[in-house]
């Protein structure tokens, strides 16, 4: 599939989605029916299927924590610093976190999955994971900050660690190192559902996103904008190319932090006393603008 196909695809399943909320046909209930089978099924059979059968010491490395640890840090430093002078707790506290925290399982990982191929889906996986860790326990903690809204952490973190996809990705680096392999029908029936994973995700994608008013600050949002999506994988080539990362996993990472701006942080901030107009608004028009700059990142991928 070329660049120009895969936006219009990725376009396209965007649109039908965001219609099919729009007009009443997925409705919230059944948003989360969809939702449900992406992140329990087809999601962690994407990610076993990409890590069951590679060389462990070839897709996991110190360079690779290092990096991705590294990576969301200093973008969330950056944007705490870009959005310091917002006078609103609650539009300071969405801008923040959504100029980090990245859709890293339903458009990052089928992403890279769909365009560049095994290896990169298996280095994915795991980046998926670390980023998992990273970014959620980050993103409460800025938001309890700034917006001094009280969340029970505990519950937050055993959520985390009974993550599907990141069950997922334990059994599947287990399985790549154990004396078996997974072969024939289960692999075959495994790899046809993981093919599904881009479509459904974008389709939840749109599906999910709520938009209260059309009226938001252009200057807020652009910012959020050129943060996620222009400095953030700009971020991530500098970080892994200074800790020596391989060249699939430089362009694995680049790609993957090209996403947008996760759909979890609309539910994050509207929690924790964030601006959910705001947080709604940024979520739809960085996953519409990646679209373009996903597509981009990947011609530029050598």
């Given at each position: ?140 903690m800025l938001l309890v900050r700034i917006t001094g809204a009280g969340t029970n ?150």
């Open positions: 599939m070329d660049v120009l196909t895969r936006l219009v695809v990725m376009i396209g399943l965007l649109a039908v989605g965001v219609g099919l909320r729009t007009g009443d046909i997925l409705t919230a209930r059944r948003v989360g029916w969809l939702n449900s089978v992406a992140f329990y099924v087809v999601l962690p059979a994407l990610v076993f299927d990409s890590t069951h059968d590679e060389p462990l010491g070839e897709i996991i490395s110190v360079r690779l924590l290092v990096g991705v640890v590294a990576l969301v840090a200093v973008t969330a430093v950056i944007a705490m610093v870009v959005h310091r002078r917002l006078e609103s707790p609650s539009a300071r506290a969405a801008a923040t976190v959504q100029s980090y925290h990245t859709n890293l399982g339903y458009i990052g990982l089928p992403v890279v999955a769909s365009a560049l191929g095994e290896r990169a889906a298996a280095i994915g996986s795991v980046v998926l994971g670390i980023g998992a860790l990273v970014q959620i326990p980050l993103t409460v952490v505990r519950d937050e973190l055993g959520r985390l660690v009974t993550n599907p996809v990141l069950i997922a990705l334990l059994v599947g680096l287990a399985v790549s190192q154990a004396p078996f392999a997974v072969t024939g029908r289960p692999a075959a029936g495994i790899a046809l559902v993981a093919e599904a994973a881009l479509p459904i995700a974008l389709l939840c994608v749109g599906g999910s996103i709520e938009l209260e008013s059309i009226d938001f600050d252009r200057s807020i949002v652009g910012r959020v904008l050129a943060l996620k999506l222009l400095a953030m994988p700009a971020i991530a080539w500098l970080v892994l190319l200074a800790v020596g990362a391989t060249p699939a996993t430089l362009r694995t990472v680049v790609v993957m932090f090209g996403a947008p701006t996760a759909v979890s942080t609309f539910i994050y901030v509207t929690e924790m006393g964030g601006d959910r107009r705001l947080a709604s608004v940024n979520v739809f028009l960085t996953t519409v603008a990646s679209a373009i700059t996903l597509s981009a990142l990947i011609a530029l991928a050598p």
